[in-house]
Structure formats: structure tokens, C-alpha cells
């Protein structure tokens, strides 16, 4: 601690130095180029060439590294794009401007360096300083450069940090930045129209999850912070929308780990006159696109597995999978006793109201998610745990729904969409049940909603798709935190 307390002394002191010139934190300096496009117009310039013809550039960044040897030092710097070595003398600074780098700047300061493209005798391309300029004093110390920034929570809690240090982090919001792009030019040249619903709903719906809570002093009314945009998306749909998409953040109050945050980014999208297994064949074409995009390949490796966007999905009922990954006999998964005693002997809850479906989906959650690695389309959901999904023609007990896995994490989730107002009714007034018997995810009965399907949704399939979860696959991200920006976090406590 007191040598940390004497760095910070230290460029305390530098900086009260620094605003005794008159010309702390201008902002002045423009740079004509970054460090890479730099790299790339000169790769072929050797030494000669560029001193035949000089070429006069500005660049500006963070001091990474620093070699002070007397009247001559080298420096890089580090921007958006990448790295630049610098070569700074006494006799082209002059002595006071050399001074003041020598004893002003650390490394982690942000500084304007203006000069001639030269390459060194080992032939790195460097900017020989004509002009420097310290643009901003850093008080905090970086990690040390041979160590880097490792420590994982540190990373989470001053993302700002990690992206200074580590060139993997920016890679990675690099491509997610790709992903959202690619999906939105995806869906814009499939003739959907990109909309915006609230964020703050009186009744939270379109999926079974526990909400926030928030209050609107003024009308003095509770709110919720959406858990999912659909049944604003299926609003539109009835207005006459007949291909709408939103990439929207949605808040669920659940608990924190490798694949949850409550704070997470959807794709959710909606085509009238199609059926479940049209967004199927959707959902295969947009994620081999997006891999090839912003990959360059639809092949990937997550962690250690194999994963292949370009072959057709596998593809399998509810009960299929249950049957092949779980042991059971098809016998067995409609028995409702037989389903109890697994998961009971796994030590997980069973509540007494479960019905055959709700037992299925457990049992499917607990003993095959996980083994799924490859793309598979799960399909034929039951309808209890399907309260806004088409029932299936020939088999009311199921819907026409599906949902995607991939290296045992859910990706996507869709169906044919629910237009029987009442049925649908029927179903919330199941929904709401639950909750007056203490289930704090289940649904409210949303009359609004039901007075829009009563003017009709056409025949429609629907779809929501966790960009963060497909970032993880496209990044090979062991966490979900790993590829937000600022995953939340426990506070540290002041002691």
C-alpha cells in the first residue's frame, strides 16, 4: 500500500506540475491517422523509400510502452485500432518539450505525437516526433505490462481497464457490435421493419419470468420492466405489421450465473402467414450467415467442441429427446409417477399441481439440455408450459413450438403463434392461478392484449433469440459476463 500511495503522490505531483505550464487537458491536437492504417499504407516501404519521400503524419493514443535513454527514447501507443511506435529526441523536441516528457509522462498517459514515418534498424515502422503534446495525465498506475490484467472480477468491475489491456476483450465487442449489425441487415433485406415497444409495461408478459418493479411517482402507478416485447410485437401484427423485429434489452429477476444476467439482449421477430417450422429454416440461414460474416467461417470451436452453422440442424420432439438422453422408455415419459420419481431422485422440487407437461419440461431441463451440442431443434412443447403457443392439430397436449440448443444452452426460442382469443383467455386465467398460488413467474391475465386479438392476429410464428448467448458461441466466452460490457455485479462493500 505505501508504495501504491507514493505512485499516485507521484503523478499527483506530475499532474499539479502539468497544469503549472497552462496546457493541461487541451484539446486541440487532431491526428491524421490510426496506428493500423499506418501499418497497412507502409507495410512495403522499407528505410530507404521512406526517407526518399517523407511522409508527415499526427497520430494520438495511450503511452503502453516506454524506453527513456538520454537524449533518445522510443514510446508506443495505443488506439482504437492498434499500436505505433514512436522515436522522441532531444534534438527534434528541443530541450524544454523533452524535459517535460521525461519527467511528466508515464506510461498510461494519453499523448499527440507528430512526425515523419520512419522505420528503425530492425525495421519497425515509427513515427520520428517532430512535436509532442500530453493530452491526458493518468493518476492510476496500468497492470503491470509483462502480467497484464488477469484477474477476472477486476475485468467485470473496470471493464474500461480490461479493454485498455487486453486485445482479446476488444475483439470480442468488436464481433458482438458484427453480430447485431449482420442480424439487422439480415432481417432489413428479409422485408421486416425494425420497430421500438415500451420497456416500462403495467403488465409484464411474453414470457414466464419474475419481473423488476419500478414506480411512476406522477401517476402514481407501478411498473415493470419488460421480461419480453411479444405481445407488443403480436400488437403490431394485428395493426397490419406483418414483419416486424425488434433487438431489445429485457430485465428478469433471476439470480446470476455463466448463462444469466438479468440485464440481456434479444432478437425477437414476427411473420404473419407462417408457421413454426418457417422460422426453423429461418433461424438455420441466419446463423450461418452471421458466423460466415462476421467469422469469415461457419465452422467454430466452443470450448473444445465442435460446432458446424452451415449443416442442417438436428431435430427432435420433446419426448424423442427425453427418451434418447434420458434413459426412459416413451412408456415412461408419459408416465406422470415415473417422472416424479426422477427428478425427485435427483433432488429437485416437485410441486403437487405439476401436470404431465410441467414434469416433462423438468425432466427434459435436468437430465438433456446439457448433452444437446450440436444445433437441435427441440419441438412439440407442451402446451402447459406454452401459454402463448399454437396447439398442435393433432395433438392439443403439445404446441407448435420450438427452441434451439447449442453446446447445452438454449439459443432461440419460437412457434406458432396463439390467435384463439379464447383460448388464450383460458390459458391466462391458468397463468393467473398460478401466481394467486404463489408461482412468482408466471403471467398476469392481460385483458389489452386479449381485446387485440379479438380484431384479429392473422395466422403468425414468433421468435426470440439471445444475442448475448450466440455472442458467447461466436467468441468461445466460457461466461455471459464475458460478453457484456458491464455485467452487474455485486457492490463491494466500503470496508
Not at 265 to 290: C, H, N, P, S
Not at 442 to 458: I, N, S, V
Amino acid at each position: 500500500m505505501t508504495r501504491e500511495r507514493d505512485i499516485l503522490a507521484n503523478r499527483r505531483d506530475k499532474l499539479e506540475r502539468w497544469r503549472a505550464t497552462g496546457l493541461a487537458y487541451s484539446n486541440r491536437f487532431r491526428r491524421d491517422a490510426e496506428a493500423q492504417a499506418l501499418h497497412d499504407a507502409y507495410r512495403d516501404a522499407d528505410k530507404e523509400a521512406l526517407e526518399a519521400d517523407p511522409v508527415q503524419t499526427a497520430v494520438a493514443g495511450r503511452v503502453m510502452l516506454r524506453r527513456v535513454m538520454g537524449k533518445a527514447s522510443f514510446i508506443t501507443l495505443q488506439d482504437v485500432s492498434g499500436r505505433i511506435q514512436c522515436y522522441l529526441t532531444e534534438d527534434d523536441l528541443g530541450e524544454a518539450s523533452y524535459r517535460q516528457f521525461k519527467q511528466l509522462w508515464d506510461i498510461g498517459d494519453v499523448v499527440g505525437v507528430r512526425g515523419t514515418l520512419m522505420r528503425t534498424h530492425k525495421g519497425e515502422l515509427t513515427v520520428h516526433a517532430s512535436d509532442v503534446e500530453l493530452l491526458n495525465k493518468t493518476l492510476q498506475p496500468l497492470p503491470e505490462k509483462f502480467h497484464g490484467l488477469a484477474d477476472q472480477e477486476i475485468k467485470y468491475r473496470q471493464r474500461y481497464l480490461d479493454l485498455i489491456m487486453n486485445e482479446s476483450s476488444r475483439r470480442v465487442f468488436e464481433i458482438r457490435s458484427k453480430v447485431v449489425q449482420k442480424i439487422r441487415e439480415f432481417f432489413v433485406g428479409h422485408d421486416f421493419l425494425e420497430v421500438e415497444t415500451p420497456m416500462m409495461h403495467t403488465i409484464p408478459g411474453g414470457a414466464t419470468a419474475r419481473p423488476f418493479v419500478t414506480h411512476h411517482n406522477s401517476l402514481d402507478l407501478d411498473l415493470y420492466l419488460r421480461v419480453a416485447p411479444e405481445l407488443f410485437l403480436k400488437r403490431l401484427t394485428v395493426g397490419g405489421f406483418e414483419r416486424v423485429f425488434e433487438i431489445n434489452r429485457n430485465f428478469r429477476n433471476e439470480g446470476l450465473s455463466t448463462k444469466h444476467n438479468p440485464e440481456f439482449t434479444m432478437l425477437e421477430f414476427y411473420w404473419a402467414y407462417r408457421d413454426y417450422e418457417d422460422l426453423i429454416e429461418l433461424t438455420e440461414t441466419l446463423l450461418a450467415q452471421v458466423a460466415g460474416n462476421v467469422l469469415g467461417t461457419t465452422r467454430i470451436t466452443y470450448q473444445g467442441q465442435s460446432i458446424d452453422f452451415g449443416r442442417r440442424a438436428a431435430r427432435m420432439t420433446m419426448v424423442e429427446a427425453i427418451v434418447r438422453y434420458a434413459g426412459l422408455s416413451p412408456a415412461e415419459v408419459e408416465d406422470a409417477e415415473r417422472l416424479q420419481s426422477l427428478l425427485q431422485g435427483m433432488n429437485l422440487p416437485v410441486e403437487e399441481d405439476w401436470g404431465l407437461g410441467k414434469l416433462q419440461m423438468e425432466a427434459f431441463e435436468a437430465r438433456v439440455e446439457d448433452q444437446l451440442i450440436e444445433p437441435t431443434f427441440i419441438t412439440q412443447y407442451p402446451a402447459e408450459v406454452s401459454p402463448l403457443a399454437r396447439r398442435n392439430d393433432t395433438n392439443p397436449d403439445v404446441t407448435d413450438r420450438f427452441e434451439l440448443f447449442i453446446s447445452g444452452r438454449e439459443i432461440a426460442n419460437g412457434f406458432s403463434e396463439l390467435n384463439d382469443p379464447d383460448d388464450q383467455a383460458e390459458r391466462f386465467r391458468q397463468q393467473a392461478a398460478r401466481k394467486n398460488a404463489g408461482d412468482v413467474e408466471a403471467m398476469h391475465f392481460d385483458k389489452d392484449y386479449l381485446t387485440a386479438l379479438e380484431y384479429g392476429l392473422p395466422p403468425a410464428a414468433g421468435e426470440g433469440l439471445g444475442i448475448d448467448r450466440l455472442v458467447m458461441l461466436l467468441t468461445d466466452a466460457a461466461s455471459i459476463r464475458d460478453v457484456l460490457l458491464f455485467p452487474l455485479m455485486r457492490p463491494l462493500s466500503d470496508g
